[in-house]
């Protein structure tokens, strides 16, 4: 198979430019096949899409390949990039092109096994490589897990530590901080009501496609995420009103699960951090008013 093909790929709004990519590799000698992945190779690709172009290369590892020559490899040029290594036998770039178009440039040896969900071949220098290269579809895989009650109880504790050491920062008038200690509770809650909704866990890596499994199934909870998950905090006062949003939410959803599921949940260890909670706020004097407030940004430079 050594013709350029892509009339079996799917539509993609991407298509002219993934056949520039292709050409240009093809054209490079070290280069033995191409194909891709992800989404495009699924069928799922739409204009917002990365671009998961692959290669392999006749070296015995990429480190021994020359330097990328980008100039000749890709018809638009990247306006940043970042690499990632796995291993000496493969290689990732990263890039965001000219365009606006991510494109993820994935560079093996020629005996690297790279198993996905769907691989679509472009083009290979042998027969044999090419049936390598489409043994790497058909991988499974999930970023569900099953339900353990232990670590799903776990949950709930790791979460009520966290939100306790928010007051830790307004003590030490260090509010701001609570921006930081919402991000946790609120990747905490996203996952508790995935939890709830789909009666599985996750994989504890937040990828992508995890981020995308736990939106998708929290989506038709109507406007009640948005409520917890999306609440303002321009001021101490409204990070009041988050962190106890959360808290109450995480509270219900903790007790329904360990109904559910027969796991012990942490009441103390809840009663602990809402009475420290309500003492500590007992003596912060913040000054700020507790209507709506306006951001007020510096004016700009001359």
């Known amino acids: 198979m050594n013709d350029l093909s892509l009339d079996h790929i799917p539509g993609t709004p991407h298509k002219d430019l993934l056949k520039s990519l292709a050409e240009l590799a093809w054209a490079n000698p070290a280069i033995q096949a191409i194909w891709v992945g992800g989404s495009i190779a699924s069928g799922k690709s739409d204009q917002e899409s990365d671009i998961d172009f692959r290669v392999a290369i006749d070296e015995p590892t990429v480190?021994?390949?020359?330097?990328?020559?980008?100039?000749?490899?890709?018809?638009?040029?990247?306006?940043?990039?970042?690499?990632?290594?796995?291993?000496?036998?493969?290689?990732?770039?990263?890039?965001?092109?000219?365009?606006?178009?991510?494109?993820?440039?994935?560079i093996q040896t020629c005996d690297t096994h790279y198993?996905?969900?769907?691989?679509?071949?472009?083009?290979?220098?042998?027969d044999e490589l090419a049936e390598t290269i489409r043994s790497f579809s058909g991988a499974e895989v999930s970023v569900h897990?099953?339900?353990?009650?232990?670590?799903?109880?776990?949950?709930?504790?790791?979460?009520?530590?966290?939100?306790?050491?928010?007051?830790?920062?307004?003590?030490?008038?260090?509010?701001?901080?609570?921006?930081?200690?919402?991000?946790h509770e609120r990747m905490s809650l996203l996952r508790a009501l995935f939890i709830q909704q789909t009666g599985k866990d996750l994989d504890a890596r937040p990828t992508i496609h995890a981020l995308s499994a736990m939106i998708t199934a929290i989506s038709d909870n109507g406007q009640g995420p948005w409520v917890e998950l999306g609440s303002p905090v321009r001021s101490l006062h409204e990070a009041k009103i988050a962190i106890e949003l959360i808290r109450d939410r995480m509270s219900a959803i903790g007790h329904a699960l360990a109904d559910?599921?027969?796991?012990?949940?942490?009441?103390?260890?809840?009663?602990v951090v809402r009475e420290a909670w309500e003492s500590g706020w007992a003596g912060v004097e913040s000054g700020e008013p507790s209507s709506d407030v306006k951001p007020?940004?510096?004016?700009?430079?001359?």
């Open 145 to 183: 897990v099953d339900v353990d009650p232990e670590r799903v109880r776990q949950l709930f504790v790791d979460y009520w530590i966290i939100t306790h050491k928010e007051m830790k920062a307004i003590h030490r008038n260090q509010a701001l901080m609570t921006t930081i200690g919402l991000h």
């Open 63 to 106: 480190e021994t390949w020359p330097q990328v020559d980008w100039d000749n490899l890709l018809p638009l040029p990247p306006v940043g990039m970042t690499t990632l290594r796995f291993g000496p036998k493969a290689i990732l770039h990263h890039m965001l092109l000219d365009n606006g178009v991510l494109l993820d440039y994935y």
């Open 115 to 126: 198993a996905e969900v769907a691989v679509k071949l472009i083009a290979a220098r042998t």
């Open 260 to 271: 559910k599921m027969g796991f012990a949940y942490p009441e103390r260890l809840e009663a």
């Open 296 to 302: 007020v940004w510096p004016s700009p430079s001359p």
